[in-house]
């Protein structure tokens, strides 16, 4: 691809992936669909300008691939999960699942008081062949070698080792789910379904279910609305960084159900929650600052302390890093409502990652993984439901909350 033919992908590469070789290819990431998956996030697949239309298509085929459990499977895992008399506790058991995803499925259910749940099950053997995926993985990309040396693919993948061991782990994704209701408890928008504790295990999470749409389908709905849903989760992106440093960070819009007659949001999936180090939030925070408020050398300072730059770097190859955020500030320099249905701020920073992604020094930090993917998430969402929203008045107001509480410590 030349200059002429516009900016380039991060995977332009390859020769490799042919039409002829997209079977073998999606057959062997299905082997490893969870690390593959988690790969898919983690380079943002969810933005379809970021790859090749051959290499989402894989992605793609590979996200639908999810088979059921057979219920002889399922059965067991309940029978070892929460004991041979699960049933007694659960008399309605839909034993056919309603949704499934990388690593499990859900299915819905009815206590004996009468309380509908939701009950994800987890695919046997998934969090014992997170290594071997892993390894499994890496083989695959090094052969077909289409990642450019930048994105340090190696940094990336023990990233995603991690958040996929984290995900496999219901009890630390109950725990984060207790927190996150305890902190929203008084929210007048966003609700967080209650644990069943005695339905739940390591390998099993039951919740009270809830009812809403998921929020794909709020880009039907009127203006009003669809800004309304947007602002509360940009809202909810910079409290979790900032005000609690706690972040559920996959921003899978089926993670998130929108109830029109209530006007509530519901959060769930609590697996890939985290929590941010106030060093990493005291300089992350001046990097919006300074993009916010134009100030290249603040964000340039900041940059440096968290790690995205050295300071060896080319001056070409850091007026990149800083001119992106300088796009993504954006909508928090202006007063009236930024309009993020005709904004292109994905396609100018799409034009600085192959600078960024050949000629980086060093990865990022670890934090930024999810962060980002979280940031990128909450900027579609607000894209795809062309939004206008104040972005300067809530981020002005947590700015000035975050520097009082840190003056008062």
């Not at 996150?180 to 099993?204: G, H």
């Not at 929650?273 to 603040?298: C, E, M, N, P, V």
């Not at 300071?311 to 992106?324: F, R, S, V, Y």
């Amino acid at each position: 691809m030349g200059p002429k033919d516009g900016p380039a992908t991060l995977l332009d590469k390859s020769a490799f992936l042919t039409e002829a070789n997209a079977e073998r290819i999606v057959e062997t990431l299905c082997r490893v669909r969870g690390a593959a998956l988690k790969l898919g996030q983690m380079i943002s697949i969810q933005d379809t300008s970021l790859l090749r239309p051959q290499i989402r298509e894989i992605f793609e085929r590979v996200r639908q691939s999810a088979d059921f459990m057979p219920k002889s499977q399922m059965e067991k895992t309940m029978q070892r999960e929460l004991g041979p008399n699960w049933r007694t506790h659960l008399p309605e058991f839909d034993d056919k699942p309603f949704a499934a995803a990388s690593i499990g499925q859900v299915h819905l259910g009815k206590t004996k008081d009468g309380k509908e749940v939701a009950v994800k099950i987890q695919y046997p053997g998934v969090a014992d062949s997170i290594d071997s995926d892993i390894r499994n993985l890496m083989g695959i990309l090094n052969m077909w070698n289409i990642f450019p040396k930048g994105m340090y693919m190696d940094n990336l993948m023990r990233v995603a080792r991690s958040e996929l061991a984290w995900e496999c782990d219901y009890v630390r994704e109950a725990d984060y789910m207790r927190q996150f209701r305890d902190i929203y408890a008084n929210d007048p928008v966003f609700v967080v379904p209650n644990v069943v504790d005695e339905l739940s295990s390591k390998r099993v999470i039951t919740t009270v279910y809830v009812y809403g749409e998921t929020l794909d389908k709020a880009l039907a709905l009127d203006q009003p609305t669809r800004d309304y849903v947007a602002t509360n989760f940009l809202r909810l992106c910079f409290e979790e960084l900032f005000t609690h440093r706690l972040m559920q960070t996959d921003p899978n819009w089926a993670n998130f159900l929108y109830n029109d007659s209530t006007k509530k949001i519901y959060l769930l999936d609590f697996g890939a929650s985290r929590t941010f180090d106030k060093k990493f939030t005291d300089s992350y925070i001046q990097i919006i600052k300074g993009a916010a408020t134009g100030d290249r050398d603040l964000v340039l300072t900041n940059s440096q302390k968290l790690g995205f730059l050295t300071g060896m770097e080319t001056k070409a190859l850091a007026n990149a890093h800083i001119d992106g955020a300088m796009i993504l500030g954006e909508p928090f320099k202006t007063n009236e409502p930024f309009d993020f249905g005709t904004q292109d701020i994905t396609t100018r920073i799409h034009k600085l990652i192959p600078l960024l992604a050949e000629q980086r020094l060093t990865p990022p930090p670890e934090e930024s993984y999810s962060l980002h993917r979280k940031l990128a998430g909450a900027f579609l969402l607000c894209s795809n439901m062309k939004a206008r929203i104040r972005c300067k008045d809530f981020f002005d107001d947590i700015y000035s909350k975050y520097q009082k509480d840190a003056s008062g410590r």
